[in-house]
């Protein structure tokens, strides 16, 4: 298995992405197909179990902050850890802009993640990406009960903000911080998941560690093709205004352990462990790992967030 790094040692070539230059591997998906991927080829990749999934959403092109763009942004091979934490809501609400509230577990209580994930093939070439992330109640709902606790801790729909989204390449930054919003940034970032251990370290501007993470993947269960499709909606600003992007994850094989005791997570210096440690997490309460999934990544919409009352 190639890491990002072996791969950012290959020959590349140069790209446009609404007036940014970005380099992308020479004879890699991207550069070869500029989004309107051959599915007849993935699908004849090992590595990827089948492409059902895509063959069921339809690619348009949009204008966007990144220029003509095809959506969504196809990951045929994924893997990705959560940690998710327990924090009181008046520490999350002081790292959330004021129109956004916390989804609380309890009065007094949000919840807020720690993640990471490798995307192995991918419209874009593969990289890895690491986040904080805070668990929102959706922008227009009403008020919450118990079941969308419950549908967000099993992961099946969640509405997040996040804080911090470091990745490993060039063009995820530009994609993710021009044509998202999201507060990306490329860094030295390593994510290693397998049915054994998921480990993961993001490093710091001075090559330290800013954040790493070291526990045993939950036993895996696997999900025939088209399953298990869950999804996570985030709110961003684009020039000011407010936007949502939708992402779809198929799972393929995946587990979960609540209340994770064998969790190594060490902050060290950097952006991650800064925001991390603003939210002051109390305890962890879920440890989501899949080893095997697909994901669609829409571009982001206009979307209307009202005001706290």
């Known amino acids: 298995m190639s890491?990002?790094?072996?791969?950012?040692?290959?020959e590349t070539v140069e790209v446009d992405l609404g007036g940014r230059t970005v380099t992308v591997p020479k004879g890699g998906l991207y550069d070869r197909y500029r989004m309107d991927t051959d599915l007849d080829e993935i699908a004849r990749d090992p590595r990827v179990s089948g492409v059902d999934f895509f063959r069921g959403l339809p690619k348009t092109r949009?204008?966007?902050?990144?220029?003509?763009?095809?959506?969504?942004?196809?990951?045929?091979?994924i893997s990705t850890a959560r940690l998710t934490m327990l924090a009181r809501s008046r520490d999350i609400r002081s790292r959330l802009p004021e129109e956004l509230s916390p989804l609380e577990a309890a009065p007094g209580l949000g919840l807020v993640s720690l993640m990471f994930f490798r995307?192995?093939?991918?419209?874009?070439?593969?990289?890895?990406?690491?986040?904080?992330?805070i668990a929102v109640?959706?922008?227009?709902?009403?008020?919450?009960?118990?079941?969308?606790?419950?549908?967000?801790?099993?992961?099946?729909?969640?509405?997040?903000?996040?804080?911090?989204?470091?990745?490993?390449?060039?063009i995820a930054q530009v994609r993710g911080h021009d044509g998202y919003g999201f507060p990306k940034w490329v860094t030295g970032l390593d994510v290693d998941i397998d049915a054994r251990r998921s480990t993961a370290r993001v490093a710091n501007d001075k090559g330290g560690t800013d954040v790493s993470l070291s526990v045993p993947t939950p036993a895996q269960s696997v999900h025939p093709s088209g399953a298990h499709v869950s999804s996570l909606t985030s709110y961003t600003t684009i020039n000011g205004a407010w936007h949502s992007t939708l992402s779809q994850t198929h799972l393929l094989s995946a587990g979960t352990e609540r209340l994770p005791r064998q969790v190594d997570l060490r902050l060290g210096e950097g952006r991650m462990s800064d925001d991390l440690r603003s939210l002051k997490p109390m305890r962890n309460v879920q440890l989501d790992v899949v080893?095997?999934?697909?994901?669609a990544l829409h571009m982001p919409v206009p979307t209307s967030v009202p005001g706290r009352n």
């Open 3 to 10: 890491s990002p790094q072996q791969e950012s040692r290959q």
């Open 62 to 77: 949009v204008d966007s902050p990144i220029g003509s763009t095809l959506t969504p942004n196809f990951y045929y091979r």
């Open 119 to 133: 995307y192995e093939v991918c419209d874009i070439d593969v990289y890895t990406e690491a986040a904080v992330g």
């Open 137 to 170: 109640k959706p922008a227009r709902h009403g008020r919450l009960g118990f079941v969308d606790l419950v549908a967000a801790l099993k992961n099946d729909h969640l509405d997040s903000y996040v804080l911090s989204l470091p990745v490993s390449t060039e």
């Open 291 to 295: 080893t095997e999934g697909q994901l």
